[in-house]
C-alpha cells in the first residue's frame, strides 16, 4: 500500500502523484467514475496500474489516498 | 562548433562512457541522454534521483544540506540549531546568499550558525540533555527570535537521540514553535530528500498553527514559495507582483519569516518558484486548503510575459489589466537591453550544470539573448523535473543528470561550449580550460536575476563573462612562441 495523490491535470484528466517516489503520472483510465462510486483500478501512462478502494466520488480534488500496486511501471 | 545531430550526441555519450568499467557504464549510461522533444515522459530517456556510484565525483549535497541549506536556514527571525557535530553548520554557514532585512543577531539570524557541537561523550550518553540546554541559552541570549528548528546532523539519527520529545517540552517552557527536523545527512540520494523532510516538518509543525485566527484577506492575497531571495531575485519578483496589483502575503523562504508561513494558508493563490524543493507543501496546501499552486518562471521577458498573463489569468480584470501595463511598461527597457547585448552575445552556446530549477528556468533568458543552451542537467532533480525540461531544451541537444566530474569535462572538451552556467565546484576546472564560467547557483557574487531589474543584471554579467580578455591570454607568451614556430614548421 501506499500514500498517492490524485490531482486535476493542467490540461483536463487526472495526475497520479507518488509523493514517496516523486513519481507524476497522469491516469489514462479509471474504472469506476460516476458520483457514487468513483476509483478501482487506475491505468497510468507509464504502464503502471494501481488500485484503490471505489469510495463516493471527492467533491474537490486534490485528494490523498492509499493505493495498492498491481502493476509496476518498467524500469 | 556546430550543433551536433542526434546520431553524434548519442556517439558522444558512448565515447565518453567508454572509460568506466562495464558495469558502471551500464549505469551511467541511464543518466546520460540526447533530448528527444516528442517524448512525453522523461523516464523513457533518463534516469534520475538515483544513488550515485562509488568512486566518481558528484556534487551532490545530503539530506542536511536540503533541509538547513534550503528550505529552513533563509526563514529569517527563527533560530536554526545544527544538531551534531560542528562542522555541518560551520561550514554552511552564510555560502547561500539569500539575502534579508533586519539586524543580524538581534531579530534576524540568517548567517549565524548555531550548534550544539557534539562531543564523544554526547555520542555515548545522548544529546538530548544537551539540546534542551542550548535551547534555553538560546532563549536567554536572543529573546526576540521567534522560533527554534532543530536540524539533525547524522549522529542524531545513528544514536536515536529524541529530539521530537525535546522540542515539545522545550516549546511549552518558552511558548515559541520549536520545529524538529529528521534531517539527517544519510537519508536519501541527495539533498532533493531533505527538502522534502523539511517541507514535511512544516507542514506538521507550523502551517496549521493559525488556522481559524481572524486574518483580514483581499480577494488578491498569493504567496511567493521556494524562492530565496538569491541576490535579491525575491524583491524582485515582488516587485512585479505588486505592480500587478496582487498582495504578497508570503516570502519564503528566501527573506521569511515564520508568521509568513503561518499565514500562507490564508492566501488565494500559491506561486511556486522551486518546483524541485517545495512542490511538497504547495500540493498539500492544494489538498487541504484548496488553493492552488502555479509555477512561474521569472527569467527573461519571455518567459517573465508569459508567467506574469498565466498569474493574471487566476485574477479579475482589474489584475489583467495591470499586467499588460506592467509588460508594456517594462517592454521599452528590455528592448533596449536586448538591442545592446544581443549583437554581442547571439550565437553564443552555453551548458548548464545546476540544482534543481534553473537548468530548465534560465533557457530562455539565454534565447532572449540569442545564445543557445546546448546541454543541462540536474545534480538532484528528479523525472518530473526532466519531464518539463524536455520541452524547454532543443531537439537533440544534451541531457546529462548527476553528472559525475570526468563526463561533465569530457562533455566540455568536446562541445567547446562558449560558457558553462554552474556552480563553484565547477569554475576554476572550466576557467583553467579558457571557459568562462558563471556560478548559476549563487549568482556569481551578483544577481538578482528574476524578473525584468534581473534581466538588465543578468545580460550585463554574461557578457562580461563572455567578453572578459582574460580568457584569450591564457597561453603564457613563452609557449605562444613555440606554438607559432611548430606551426610554421608545420
Known amino acids: ?75 | 562548433m556546430t550543433t551536433l545531430s542526434r546520431e553524434e550526441t548519442d556517439a558522444l555519450i558512448a565515447e565518453v562512457l567508454e572509460v568506466y568499467p562495464e558495469k558502471a557504464q551500464k549505469d551511467r549510461a541511464k543518466h546520460l541522454a540526447t533530448n528527444d522533444q516528442t517524448v512525453e515522459q522523461s523516464k523513457k530517456c533518463i534516469t534520475s534521483n538515483r544513488k550515485s556510484l562509488p568512486g566518481v565525483m558528484t556534487i551532490r549535497g545530503c539530506a542536511y544540506a536540503g533541509s538547513k541549506g534550503v528550505v529552513w536556514g533563509p526563514i529569517k527571525d527563527m533560530i536554526h540549531i545544527s544538531h551534531g557535530p560542528v562542522g555541518c553548520g560551520q561550514y554552511s554557514r552564510a555560502g547561500r546568499r539569500n539575502y534579508y532585512v533586519g539586524t543580524t543577531g538581534v531579530d534576524t539570524f540568517g548567517t549565524m550558525n548555531f550548534t550544539s557541537d557534539f562531543q564523544e561523550k554526547d555520542i555515548v550518553f545522548g544529546g538530548d540533555k544537551k539540546l534542551a540546554k542550548l535551547i534555553e541559552e538560546v532563549e536567554q541570549l536572543f529573546p526576540l527570535h521567534k522560533g527554534i528548528s532543530v536540524q539533525s546532523e547524522c549522529p542524531i539519527g545513528l544514536i536515536g537521540d529524541d529530539i521530537e520529545s525535546v522540542s515539545k517540552k522545550a516549546a511549552a517552557a518558552i511558548d515559541k514553535p520549536v520545529v524538529p527536523v529528521r534531517c539527517e545527512g544519510f537519508r536519501g540520494v541527495s539533498q532533493s530528500l531533505g527538502h522534502h523532510i523539511a517541507n514535511d516538518a512544516i507542514r506538521d509543525w507550523v502551517l496549521d498553527k493559525r488556522d481559524g485566527a481572524a486574518f483580514e484577506s483581499t480577494p488578491y492575497d498569493v504567496a511567493i514559495i521556494g524562492d530565496y531571495n538569491i541576490g535579491g531575485d525575491a524583491w524582485a519578483t515582488r516587485i512585479l507582483l505588486e505592480e500587478m496589483g496582487l498582495r504578497v502575503v508570503a516570502q519564503w523562504s528566501g527573506d521569511g519569516t515564520i508568521a509568513e508561513m503561518m499565514n500562507t494558508p490564508k492566501v488565494k493563490l500559491n506561486l511556486l518558484h522551486c518546483y524541485r524543493s517545495m512542490n511538497y507543501i504547495s500540493r498539500h496546501m492544494e489538498e487541504k486548503y484548496g488553493i492552488p499552486y502555479l509555477e512561474y518562471n521569472f527569467f527573461g521577458p519571455t518567459k517573465i510575459i508569459e508567467s506574469l498573463r498565466k498569474i493574471a489569468a487566476f485574477f479579475d480584470d482589474s489584475v489583467k489589466e495591470k499586467t499588460e501595463a506592467v509588460i508594456a511598461r517594462y517592454k521599452p527597457m528590455m528592448d533596449e537591453i536586448i538591442a545592446k547585448y544581443k549583437p554581442r552575445l547571439e550565437g553564443k552556446k552555453v551548458m548548464l550544470y545546476v540544482g534543481g530549477l534553473r537548468p530548465r528556468h534560465v533557457i530562455g533568458a539565454y534565447e532572449d539573448l540569442g545564445m543557445e543552451v546546448i546541454g543541462t542537467g540536474y545534480e538532484f532533480g528528479h523525472n518530473d523535473d526532466y519531464d518539463r525540461t524536455i520541452k524547454e531544451m532543443g531537439d537533440a541537444t544534451l541531457l546529462y543528470d548527476d553528472v559525475t566530474g570526468f563526463e561533465l569535462e569530457e562533455f566540455v572538451k568536446r562541445l567547446k561550449p562558449d560558457m558553462v552556467g554552474s556552480g563553484i565546484k565547477e569554475k576554476y576546472i572550466f576557467q583553467k580550460m579558457g571557459i568562462p564560467l558563471r556560478q548559476m547557483h549563487s549568482w556569481d557574487y551578483s544577481g538578482p536575476y528574476h524578473g525584468y531589474d534581473g534581466f538588465a543584471i543578468f545580460a550585463r554579467d554574461m557578457d562580461i563573462a563572455l567578453s572578459n580578455p582574460t580568457f584569450k591570454n591564457l597561453t603564457p607568451p613563452w609557449k605562444k612562441v613555440a606554438a607559432e614556430e611548430v606551426k610554421k614548421a608545420a
Open chain 1, 1 to 75: 500500500m501506499a500514500n498517492i495523490m490524485i490531482q486535476q491535470g493542467e490540461k483536463g484528466g487526472l495526475v497520479f502523484y507518488l509523493p514517496k517516489r516523486d513519481l507524476e503520472a497522469s491516469i489514462e483510465s479509471i474504472e469506476f467514475d460516476t458520483p457514487e462510486k468513483w476509483g478501482g483500478e487506475l491505468k497510468l501512462d507509464n504502464g503502471g496500474t494501481y488500485y484503490i478502494d471505489p469510495i463516493a466520488k471527492p467533491p474537490r480534488l486534490p485528494i490523498s489516498l492509499r493505493a495498492k500496486r498491481l502493476g509496476a511501471a518498467e524500469d
